[in-house]
């Protein structure tokens, strides 16, 4: 069970904080990640973090978003800074470990950004 927080409103250029803490039976082999949606488009990978401290940023949000991970906590972090409003979505987080058919999604957050 994934049980994600953080989102809000917020200014352009402001910055907002994703969490996403992961319960139950997980192997310690694991992807964890944020994906969004906007109505009417496909959702778009964000930002992924494997255990070991891989990271994959989607092209749209390199050097503003940081993605990060507790491993003890089994909790991802998003560090949005510098938001635009092509930013606003419901943004959702996920864990993976395709080896043991895990593929586990919270419910998502709606990130609003203002101009």
């Known amino acids: 069970q994934l049980q994600a927080s953080g989102g809000g409103l917020v200014q352009v250029g402001g910055s907002l904080r994703l969490s996403c803490a992961a319960s139950?039976?997980?192997?310690?082999?694991?992807?964890m990640g944020w994906y969004r949606q906007t109505p009417g488009k496909e959702s778009e990978l964000v930002a992924t973090?494997?255990?070991?401290?891989?990271?994959n940023y989607a092209d749209s949000v390199k050097g503003r978003f940081t993605i990060s991970r507790d491993n003890a906590k089994s909790t991802v972090y998003l560090q949005m800074n510098n938001l635009k409003p092509e930013d606003t979505a419901v943004y959702y987080c996920?864990?993976?470990?395709?080896?043991?058919?895990?593929?586990?999604w919270g419910h998502g957050t709606q990130v609003t950004v203002s101009s």
């Open positions: 139950g039976s997980i192997p310690s082999i694991n992807v």
């Open positions: 996920n864990i993976k470990n395709r080896l043991v058919g895990l593929d586990g």
């Open positions: 973090a494997t255990n070991g401290g891989n990271t």
